[in-house]
């Protein structure tokens, strides 16, 4: 068994300790300050020998640890153990210089994404098509402009031009993630709607809010 399995492992062992309300509250209750026993089941209105069952659970799922009161050596006190809820992370992606997003035109979802990218991070971005459009949308300029992004309406590139070895490429688009014939294989896939079909403003917004969410929270992510 490979250290990627124990992690799974880790994980849904953790997720089931956690699949019980009372528990997950008695996790909330202990994220800001350590409580003992008696204290977390007054406070969470919770019958003491219940309290002693989940927190069981809890520790044995290494959510949790006893340390015993340097006052009064009889009391004892819960702490979660951040290191376990950590755990609970998915697994780090390569790291990378630079963000390459990638659709089939290069006029829309990808470079709205790249504009994004750069604006909410600060960090390089670039995007490019399997089968370059040779303007960038006029939708998608005016969608970027109305959100304070700027994007080259004859900015358009073929993703071999664009692409290095050390870059994160992320398909924004169905077409592109599954194009037999391109060379270049993304390391993700966002399956968002193809703006240009349906050719209205409110398409094209609906678009930049799927990508602005999912790279908010690629962003977040390790």
């Known amino acids: 068994m490979n250290a990627e399995e124990i992690t799974l492992r880790e994980r849904a062992r953790i997720h089931a300790a956690l699949g019980d309300p009372a528990r997950l509250a ?30 069981n659970v809890l520790a ?6 006893r340390t015993r009161s340097e006052a009064d050596r009889r009391r004892t006190y819960l702490r979660l153990r951040p290191g376990t809820l950590a755990l609970l992370t998915p697994p780090r992606l390569p790291e990378a210089e630079r963000v390459v997003f990638v659709c089939t035109h290069n006029s829309a979802r990808s470079q709205l994404a790249a504009a994004l990218w750069a604006d909410r991070t600060h960090r390089p971005a670039a995007s490019a098509g399997t089968h370059p459009a040779p303007r960038v949308h006029p939708r998608a300029v ?3 402009r109305r959100h304070g992004l700027r ?21 924004v688009c169905d077409s592109a993630h599954e194009d037999p ?5 993304p390391r993700l896939h966002w ?15 609906a678009a930049y809010t799927d990508l602005a969410g999912r790279i908010d929270r690629l962003a977040a992510h390790p």
């Open 60 to 65: 044995e799922a290494g959510l949790l640890e």
């Open 151 to 171: 994007l080259d309406p004859t900015g358009t590139a073929h993703i071999s031009d664009v692409v290095q070895d050390d870059d994160l490429v992320i398909a």
């Open 26 to 55: 008695i996790v909330d209750a202990l994220s800001l300050g350590d409580a003992s026993p008696g204290e977390v089941a007054r406070d969470l209105g919770m019958p003491s020998n219940l309290v002693a069952h989940h927190v």
């Open 142 to 144: 005016r969608i970027a």
């Open 181 to 185: 014939a391109s060379t270049v294989r």
């Open 191 to 205: 399956s968002v709607p193809d703006p240009v079909r349906a050719g209205t403003d409110a398409a094209f917004e």
